[in-house]
């Protein structure tokens, strides 16, 4: 499709509408027995499917379409996405490259909302600027949402898996196994945690799911474990206009303290839509289809990442929609591949919502009463981009632990050669699927 009714398709997707009505908190059709799966042979060291990227045939691209109410999520979930990732640049350790996936965290606490209530459950609706929606609303809108980006474009691969693990000393609750079975086709599995073999069995649907990207998520369990409620992500895809690997030179890098290097610096001209402020230049550069969007911002000689960030233009998309303009632009990206992992979620949450408590007393996805536990969540991720296309994993856990006519166009440059913000989002929604820093 063309880029400029693309963009004004999604300009027009993501404004902003009226908060949606109270709704019933947990969706509780036939009781569904839990999944039981054998145990499965894991490979100790897997390994990718391919080493490159590889080019994919062009096909239509079909926009995720969703209704009002879904809509207004979206947006809601669009300004989370961003504020997370700030919150996580903002903690990280210096001199690191780092990228979350915001949907995959969102997909799973997508599924943990559904086993709280209470102030624990208004507190975490809060904290996604979701007030005044029901769980309802949220499972219906991760279900289209996914099942949506999944079936967007033949030519890119977009898939997502959901899993719950439980202590198999716990009756889980029959409601909340039905609800993310209907809603996430999650599997749900008792097990035994003080066997080792149960790291394994979690660690090959890592595995599966992600293409060996993330191999090793889980390095032990216990019986203190009382559940691992886990989202896993894959993308790969090929740019609508590749860089010639020709053009790909050594040439400097300045990293985020001073220190320069010779990188593998790719490059390519073509027309693409572009905005700079005062702070910063972005660009936009499609893969394939235009079914997804690689977003690129450098900040500005002498401007900090953290300045870059603040800008409105990271809340919805009306601002680049309406700003940036299609120009013949001249890009340099670094080719690389990236790995990171983020143990902090919730405490980064909690610099987004102050008020966000986990009440034990308030969590309800056992029929026992459940204990005083250690609640964390942590994700691992890896990127890859080069002259063909870019590919993208993360793994998301959830553990409780006790304890037409052409156009003259101007010519602009980007050369991304220091520290740089990217995400991956599909097009119609902009949904993030993942937001990455480069400066190491």
Known sequence: MKMNA????????????????????????????????????????????????????????????LNETQQAINQKLHEFSWKLFKEVYTNRDSGVNLMISPISLEVDLGMFINGLEGKTLQEMLKTFGLEGYSKEQVNDFFKTMVTGIEAADEAAIFKSANAFWYNHHYTAKTGYLTTIQNYYSARTEAMDFADSKTKEIINAWCAENTNNRIPHMVDRTSEADVFHLMNAVYFKS?????????????????????????VDMMHVSHQAYFLETDKFQCCMKPFIDGAFQMLFVLPKKGVSVEDALNSDLFMTYNAFASQSRRVNLDLFAPKFTAEYTEENLFSCMGQINPSLVFDPNEMRFFEEQELSSGLKALQKTFFLMDEVGAEAAAVTDIIIRNTSVPVQLENKTIRLDRPFVYAIMESNTFCPLFIGYYGK
């Open 6 to 65: 693309m963009i004004l398709t999604m300009a027009a997707s993501l404004c902003l509408w009226a908060c949606g009505s109270e709704g019933e908190d947990v969706i509780n059709p036939e009781p569904v027995e839990p999944q039981k799966v054998e145990p499965t042979p894991v490979n100790p060291d897997p390994k990718p499917q391919e080493t490159e990227l590889d080019p994919v045939t062009r096909h239509s691209y079909k926009p995720v379409e």
């Open 238 to 262: 090929s740019w609508e206009t590749p860089f010639s690997k020709e053009q790909t030179t050594k040439q400097p890098f300045i990293y985020a303290d001073g220190q320069a290097a010779d």
